[in-house]
């Protein structure tokens, strides 16, 4: 138990040697987070098309496609502007995979992002001042190409 662990416990009406209810959810952060043990929770089904909404007008504020928006809430299946929530961080460069729910994803993220079967073309000029004009060529015809 550190000052943060009492803190919290205090903060829920709770003593350390207090003993739960049964599936009684005690927490010992205020703010629940991998990096200190929390769980990721996928909350695809469940998530209000409100909170949805803000958290995808975040990361389009940002011109992302893809981001991490990190959403504080007591409750995602209400309106964010019902309970209080609020946006506290849009990570630009999430991690994919890290996690148990997001390594659901990954294959789905890519398919979207990538396109096609995920493989990266190779092209590949050898010899002589009309490989090097060939290469030049294709490199104008691949820029080209739209993304």
Not at 53 to 63: E, K, P, T
């Amino acid at each position: 138990m550190d000052v943060l662990a009492l803190t919290e416990l205090v903060r829920q009406g709770l003593q350390i040697d207090a003993v739960p209810e049964a599936a009684q959810f005690v927490a010992l952060r205020r703010i629940e987070t991998t990096a200190w043990g929390g769980v990721d929770e996928d909350v695809t089904a469940t998530i209000h098309p409100e909170n949805l909404r803000a958290a995808l007008a975040s990361g389009a504020l940002f011109g992302l496609d893809v981001a991490g928006i990190d959403m504080i809430s007591d409750d995602i299946t209400v309106p964010w502007p019902a309970n209080g929530a609020v946006i506290n961080e849009v990570n630009f460069a999430p991690t994919l995979g890290q996690g148990v729910v997001s390594r659901l994803h990954v294959k789905t993220h890519l398919t979207r992002l990538l396109g096609g079967d995920g493989r990266i073309p190779v092209e590949v000029y050898s010899g002589n001042a009309v490989a090097l004009t060939n290469a030049r060529q294709a490199v104008t015809r691949l820029r080209g190409r739209p993304r």
